[in-house]
């Protein structure tokens, strides 16, 4: 029977970043539509987050660990792939945590948009069928973009409105950017699992481009957040206090590139985590404290 202590791992901390980075970072953006936000949709919205990336952790490891994905692994165990925990606790578990999310997901958006309710659904669906399903898409090199859509646009872009109330250029610009940590964090993951995921017939985009292609990807998807840094800064200058979080980047940047592997890629992983929570947070506390109430450039 799998402690406490080994329920909190299976539920993956490190991959925390990912759930409280796009809801920061969509506040900061929802300061710029409107500055009056609603601080109670904004608690619902880390609930929702958080819950969903706990789900989507745990329904991984099941489906995995039932098909023995997670029975040679680089990284830490699994529950399921480790025997510490049954199938169907952890199925349970992941279920749970997809309730949570569906039921103040449901509330938000009943408040605020109902159609959100589909959105949700789409989040829901997608988690489960990353890994699990008789064809999971995470099998089939697709993960990462579900995680730039699902983490970056959707979750940054849909707390701007729930927040706000609209969606703008900016926010879509913020979710890019997240989107592209994200979309990191994930290559991260799989290029450390490339041997593992090819030999047990797992084709991660990582396994389909192969370890050099995937090396570069890293480097492009960790610099594209910058990029976009600088054109925030047209509309609002101080948006340049997330080049700080620059150097970071280039260090892990250079780090995967330059060939890490196995336990180097797994503090690599934490690390672009921390990196996109820092760059959310410094975007957001600068559109919130510092705004310049310049045009808004609406597009929704």
């Known amino acids: 029977m799998a402690t406490v202590s080994q329920w909190i791992n299976g539920a993956r901390p490190r991959t925390l970043p990912n759930a409280l980075a796009p809801v920061i970072a969509g506040i900061g953006a929802a300061y710029h539509v409107n500055r009056h ?18 789900g989507v952790n745990y329904a991984n490891d099941y489906s995995d660990g039932v098909r023995g994905t997670d029975d040679d692994r680089v990284g ?5 792939g480790s025997g510490t925990a049954s199938p169907k606790s ?34 829901i669906a997608a988690a489960w069928f990353y890994t699990g399903g008789s064809r999971p898409y995470g099998y089939a ?14 979750a940054v872009c849909g707390t701007q409105l729930v927040v706000g109330g609209k969606i703008d250029l900016i926010g879509v610009l913020i979710a890019v950017a997240v989107g592209s940590f994200s979309a990191a964090v994930l290559v991260t993951n799989n290029l450390r699992d490339i041997d593992t995921d090819e030999v047990a017939g797992k084709k991660t985009l990582a396994v389909r481009l192969g370890d050099y292609s995937t090396r570069y990807l ?14 925030l800064a047209f509309h609002h200058p101080w948006a340049l206090v997330g080049l700080f979080l620059a150097p970071f980047a280039n260090g892990v940047g250079r780090t995967v590139v330059g060939g890490a592997n196995g336990p ?31 045009p808004h450039a609406e597009i929704l």
């Open 37 to 54: 936000p609603d601080w109670v949709h904004v608690l619902a919205a880390f609930v929702v987050a958080i819950a969903l990336i706990i």
């Open 76 to 80: 830490p165990a699994r529950l399921v």
């Open 90 to 123: 952890v199925r349970t578990a992941a279920v749970f945590a997809f309730a949570v999310a569906a039921v103040v997901g449901a509330w938000l958006s009943l408040n605020t948009h109902w159609w959100l309710i589909l959105v949700g659904a789409a989040c």
């Open 141 to 154: 090199g697709f993960g990462e973009v579900a995680v730039f859509v699902f983490f970056g646009l959707v």
């Open 218 to 231: 890293y480097a492009f998807l960790i610099t594209v957040p910058f990029v976009i840094t600088v054109l």
């Open 264 to 294: 180097a890629l797994v503090k690599t992983l934490g690390h672009t985590g921390l990196i996109m929570f820092g760059w959310a947070l410094v975007t957001a506390l600068a559109f919130i404290w510092g705004l310049d109430g310049g």
